[in-house]
T-cell receptor
Framework: AQSVTQPDIHITVSEGASLELRCNYS??????LFWYVQSPGQGLQLLLK??????LVQGIKGFEAEFKRSQSSFNLRKPSVHWSDAAEYFC??????????????FGKGTKLSVIP | EAGVTQFPSHSVIEKGQTVTLRCDPI?????LYWYRRVMGKEIKFLLH????????ESGMPNNRFLAERTGGTYSTLKVQPAELEDSGVYFC???????????FGSGTRLTVV
């Protein structure tokens, strides 16, 4: 069965510091990969996605993620964090083929706090 | 374009009562998904509609949960009778293409006391 592991429940960084949120997945085939962000009182917003091609993908708000097949990882990075990045971040995987279920499998989320 | 709309945004009900959550997808999106996040746990898939048909309801926890999408537009998720463990945030999402990029709503926070 597919699963997503986000090993860090809560991370605190200083504004301006770099950020890396970890995500490892277990999936039977090459999945589609996503990072979502949820700010307080808001819905889930898509930050970026990987479907195929270049393993380094760029997203909104200055975020990027790198797909490493050998490590089954899809870590999210940002070179300089802003106070407005404080939110909860979710990694998710979904099927890349058209067969079967179209459900996304999410990790438990990583809550990011930013110190001014 | 309007996004995915969910209401109510919050609901507090007593154990044993009935609650109905509503989701209005983006216009033209045939695919509608329900997810739920119980406190401290993962966001879990509940079910997937294609138009008015249930494509996949493998995530529905038990028969106290009933989802409908009459006419293939908005969807409702009814919990009857509600139990304490049903508390959580219920998200709805929609997509134009089956399995395509999903737009999520803001969620309904359900508290059962």
């Amino acid at each position: 069965a597919q699963s997503v592991t986000q090993p860090d429940i809560h991370i605190t960084v200083s504004e301006g510091a770099s950020l890396e949120l970890r995500c490892n997945y277990s999936y039977g085939a090459t999945p589609y990969l996503f990072w979502y962000v949820q700010s307080p009182g808001q819905g889930l917003q898509l930050l970026l996605k990987y479907f195929s091609g270049d393993t380094l993908v760029q997203g909104i708000k200055g975020f990027e993620a790198e797909f490493k097949r050998s490590q089954s990882s899809f870590n999210l990075r940002k070179p300089s964090v802003h106070w407005s990045d404080a939110a909860e971040y979710f990694c998710a995987v979904g099927p890349s083929s058209g067969a079967g279920s179209y459900q996304l499998t999410f990790g438990k989320g990583t809550k990011l706090s930013v110190i001014p | 374009e309007a996004g995915v709309t969910q209401f109510p945004s919050h609901s507090v009900i007593e154990k044993g009562q009935t609650v109905t959550l509503r989701c209005d997808p983006i216009s033209g999106h045939d695919n509608l998904y329900w997810y739920r996040r119980v406190m401290g746990k993962e966001i879990k898939f509940l079910l997937h509609f294609v138009k008015e048909s249930k494509q996949d309801e493998s995530g529905m926890p038990n028969n106290r949960f009933l989802a409908e999408r009459t006419g293939g537009t908005y969807s409702t998720l009814k919990v009857q009778p509600a139990e304490l463990e049903d508390s959580g945030v219920y998200f709805c999402a929609s997509s134009q293409i089956r399995g395509g990029l999903r737009t999520f709503g803001s969620g309904t926070r359900l508290t059962v006391v």
